[in-house]
């Protein structure tokens, strides 16, 4: 409960319609969709303003409350929702929702925290631009959630994570004091640059209300192919073999094995299998070109078959669908981005965001696949994502028939030899969705005493009261 006058301080800033108290409006803010996390809060805030955040944190910072930063409530760690104590105040970033200004010619955009990544493509669009970050979750998640958590997503192949993203930020600190740093400069070498601290910080160092962000020319040529292999052996061969060919052409590189594509046709509407039998594993590989040929012939689709081709003689690969249009390219993309959410369909999963040098992903998932099925006999490992960058969601359901609770328990058990593969092959144990909560204890193990010392200090130096994201990553 909050005092009766700290909530009225609260009503003065934002409006009273916007402090909410009813469960039934607090609800979807408390709890995320795989329903790992479920908290209490006295109270869900919703500014619409940077200066109404700034008046929260002034406040809150002031009289020793808490505040959880939340945006579109997509993090898989934890970091957005309020733990069980009821004192830990929600804020959310959802009605800074402005895209404010649209540079087509400087090639930047300025947005608030609270646009979805979807708005915030539709922008671009339609400023005949492109802004590249690409995630399953991007009608719902906000560009303030993807800055504090430097989402990764399908594009990263091509374009970066959202750190290489960012031109500029505006960020409200936790006593309430604002860092205007909307600047849209690609050059800038004055000092330290402080924004990329807020990048993937999760809201413990500041709340992001503002950024400026790149643009990239829309492509105007794309082609997607489905391809079945053998193994991830043969899908690093054809990977070497596409980037060599391809380079900056080549925007996607995404891995699944049949398992998972058999949940996603079992659970996933309108979904179907673009190839005539079945493979072990597939990949869904993408290519894009800013520019036609002359004559009107599309770059993609002669380099596409170019690489399959050659991939074919090389019996690198069993089979391949090319999209004929938009249409089958997207049901392509949808089979891939529906492969998270179907996993629940099949009873309790055990995940892992990791990632490993490229060139070692066949030998970790052989490893890998091997532990976890001696660990679990019957398990069933849905080892897939984002391949060119060396990043797996290494996801792992339970037997079938197995008792979910009882398969869950072991879920501790099950992530220490996982990360231990990871760690001997000097991979991270959190490649794309951050620390937050599910994370924490584990960064102790894997950060040098120095780096978790210099973490601690810029911590205490930008937050030193600790009313933003307690007990997140740290
Ligand atoms: P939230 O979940 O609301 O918050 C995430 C963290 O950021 C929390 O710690 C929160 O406190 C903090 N935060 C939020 N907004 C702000 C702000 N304005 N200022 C300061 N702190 C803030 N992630 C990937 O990287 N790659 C993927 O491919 C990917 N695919 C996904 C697919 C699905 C189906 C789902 C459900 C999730 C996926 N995610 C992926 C995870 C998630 O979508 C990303 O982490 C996303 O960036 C979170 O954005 P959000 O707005 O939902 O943030």
Same mark, same amino acid.
């Given at each position: 409960m909050l005092a009766p006058e700290t909530l009225s301080r609260f009503a003065e800033i934002?409006?009273?319609?916007?402090?909410?108290?009813? =469960?039934?409006?607090?609800?979807?803010f408390l709890r995320e969709w795989r329903d790992l996390y479920q908290g209490e809060t006295p109270a869900v805030l919703r500014p619409g303003t940077r *200066?109404?955040?700034?008046?929260? !944190?002034?406040?809150?910072?002031?009289?020793?409350?808490?505040?959880i930063p939340q945006g579109g409530n997509t993090g898989l760690v934890g970091g957005q929702i309020p733990n069980d104590s009821a004192r830990e105040i929600v804020l959310s970033l959802g009605r800074l929702n402005r895209v404010r200004e649209v540079d087509a010619e400087g090639f930047s955009m300025t947005v608030e925290a609270g646009c979805t990544l979807q708005a915030i493509h539709d922008a671009a669009e339609e400023a005949d631009r492109l802004f590249p970050l690409t995630l399953g979750s991007q009608g719902s998640c906000q560009i303030g959630g993807n800055i504090s958590t430097n989402a990764g997503g399908t594009a990263v192949l091509a374009y970066g994570n959202t750190r290489d993203l960012v031109l500029g930020l505006e960020v409200v600190m936790a006593d309430g004091r604002v860092l205007d740093g909307l600047r849209s400069l690609r050059k800038d070498n004055t000092g330290y640059d402080l924004k990329q601290l807020f990048i993937g910080a999760e809201g413990t160092l500041g709340i992001v209300t503002a950024a400026v962000i790149k643009l990239f020319p829309r492509p105007r040529a794309q082609d997607v192919a489905f391809?079945?292999?053998?193994? %991830?052996? *043969?899908?690093?061969?054809?990977?070497?073999?596409?980037?060599?060919r391809a380079g900056g052409m080549l925007t996607g590189f995404e891995l699944m094995p049949r398992v998972g594509l058999e949940f996603t046709l079992r659970h996933l509407q309108g979904a179907r299998d673009p190839l005539a039998e079945a493979y072990p594993w597939y990949v869904l590989m993408e290519l894009s070109s800013g520019t036609e040929t002359?004559?009107?012939?599309? %770059?993609?689709?002669?380099?596409? *078959?170019?690489?399959?081709?050659e991939a074919f003689e090389a019996g690198l690969v069993a089979d391949a669908a090319l999209?004929?249009?938009?249409?089958?390219?997207?049901?392509?993309?949808? !089979?891939r981005h529906g492969m998270s959410e179907v996993q629940r369909e099949e009873g309790g999963s055990i995940k892992h965001d990791v990632s490993v040098p490229v060139a070692s992903v066949p030998r970790f998932l052989d490893?890998?696949?091997?532990?976890?099925?001696?660990?679990? %006999?019957?398990?069933? =490992?849905?080892p897939f994502g984002h391949m060119g960058d060396g990043n797996i969601h290494f996801n792992v359901s339970q037997p079938v028939g197995a008792d979910k609770a009882a398969y869950l328990a072991r879920w501790d058990e099950m992530n220490e030899i996982v990360h231990a593969i990871v760690g001997r092959f000097a991979g991270s144990v959190s490649a794309e969705h951050g620390i937050g909560r599910l994370k924490r204890d584990l960064l102790a193990e894997v950060k040098s005493p120095l780096e978790l010392e210099?973490?601690?200090?810029?911590?205490?130096?930008?937050?030193?009261?600790?009313?933003?994201? =307690?007990?997140?990553?740290?």
């Open positions: 934002v409006g009273e319609a916007n402090v909410l108290t009813d =469960p039934q409006d607090m609800a979807p *200066e109404e955040v700034a008046a929260i !944190l002034a406040h809150a910072d002031a009289n020793g409350l808490k505040i391809i079945g292999l053998e193994s %991830p052996h *043969e899908a690093l061969k054809l990977f070497a073999a596409a980037r060599a002359e004559d009107g012939e599309n %770059p993609t689709r002669a380099l596409m *078959e170019t690489i399959l081709g999209a004929e249009s938009n249409a089958q390219a997207a049901a392509f993309w949808h !089979l490893e890998a696949i091997a532990a976890v099925e001696k660990m679990v %006999p019957g398990c069933r =490992p849905v210099l973490m601690k200090r810029v911590k205490a130096a930008f937050d030193p009261n600790c009313t933003l994201n =307690p007990g997140r990553v740290l």
